[in-house]
């Protein structure tokens, strides 16, 4: 019976040592995922003047003066003309 007993204590440590590792682990995944998630949220507020800026328009082709669309081309075949 003692044998039993201590057999399931060794268990019962052995359980709370892997769930606190396996705690740290999601507690280190998560922070890293949250630290990244808060960079990218950053990074969007510092550039957001950028987006909402008038001036900074992109500039548009001229051939001799006369606007040329932009041409975006798939590479499928379907724009001869590319």
């Keep these: 019976m003692r044998h039993e007993r201590s057999m399931a204590v060794l268990v019962d440590v ?3 040592r892997i769930n ?4 740290s682990l999601k ?5 890293r995922i949250n630290q990244q998630t808060r960079s990218l949220k950053d990074i969007r507020k510092r ?10 328009r992109l500039p548009v082709p001229r ?10 081309c798939t590479l499928d075949g379907a724009h001869p003309q590319c």
Excluded: E, K, P
């Excluded at 550039?47 to 900074?56: G, K, P, V």
């Excluded at 001799?64 to 975006?72: A, C, E, S």
């Design 63 to 72: 051939i001799n003066g006369v606007l040329q669309q932009l041409r975006f």
């Design 47 to 56: 550039t957001s003047h950028i987006r909402h800026s008038r001036r900074l």
């Design 20 to 23: 606190q590792q396996t705690r």
């Design 27 to 31: 507690d280190i995944r998560n922070a």
């Design 14 to 16: 052995t359980n709370a």
